[in-house]
């Protein structure tokens, strides 16, 4: 079975910082990794993913994730930080493999983003 | 094509009636899931369909909980004799491969009083 932690419920940035959200997983097999950000009263929007090839994925608004087998983590960062980015922030990951049909996609329990003026 | 759309968004019921939430996917899109998402948690998975076909149930669906994607279009999850341990936000969402994102709607938000 797999599953994600966020070790953090809360960060704090100031606008024009970098930013970065933490997320570590586990699963048997390789990783299918994702990134959601939840506005209020709002579904789940998908930021970005990583399935193969290069560690470093680019998504939407600027953001960017690195995906690191060793340590199991999959972090979402930001170069420079904008109030518009607050928002509620969730990691999920799913197995991925060749003929393997699981959709139970695991979502950590999130990570509430503050970008201070 | 809008995104996935759902209704109602909010719904008020008393202890003990049945409810069905509405979810219209992505028309592309061949999957569809139903997730729960309680305050302050991410959400929990309740099922998937590929087409017409429901091909995953969590075991929090309990027998109460119903779900059909009749013809793959649309779909409807259905919780019957509601208790006040079911208020929570449905989320539904679709995608066209196992490798892409969801597409979430907005949700409904049920409450049981």
């Known amino acids: 079975a797999q599953s994600v932690a966020q070790p953090e419920d809360q960060v704090n940035v100031a606008e024009g910082n970098p930013l970065t959200v933490k997320c570590t997983y586990s699963?048997?097999?390789?990783?299918?990794l994702f990134w959601y950000v939840q506005y209020p009263n709002r579904g789940l929007q998908f930021l970005l993913k990583?399935?193969?090839?290069?560690?470093l994925v680019k998504g939407s608004y600027g953001f960017e994730a690195e995906f690191n087998k060793s340590q199991t983590s999959f972090h979402l960062k930001k170069p420079s930080a904008l109030v518009s980015d607050s928002a509620l922030y969730f990691c999920?990951?799913?197995?991925?493999?060749?003929?393997?049909?699981?959709?139970?996609?695991?979502f950590g329990a999130g990570t509430r983003l503050t970008v201070k003026p | 094509d809008t995104g996935v759309s759902q209704n109602p968004r909010h719904k008020i019921t008393k202890r003990g009636q049945n409810v069905t939430f509405r979810c219209d996917p992505i028309?592309?899109?061949?999957?569809l899931y139903w997730y729960r998402q309680t305050l302050g948690q991410g959400p929990e998975f309740l099922t998937y369909f590929q087409n017409e076909a429901q091909l995953e149930k969590s075991r929090l669906l309990s027998d109460r909980f119903s779900a059909e994607r009749p013809k793959g279009s649309f779909s409807t999850l259905e919780i019957q004799r509601t208790e006040q341990g079911d208020s929570a936000m449905y989320l539904c969402a679709s995608s066209y491969g196992t490798a892409d994102g969801y597409t979430f709607g907005s949700g409904t938000r049920l409450t049981v009083v």
């Open positions: 990583y399935i193969t090839g290069d560690n």
């Open positions: 699963v048997s097999g390789n990783p299918y």
């Open positions: 028309s592309e899109h061949n999957r």
């Open positions: 999920a990951v799913r197995v991925g493999a060749e003929g393997y049909n699981n959709n139970d996609m695991r």
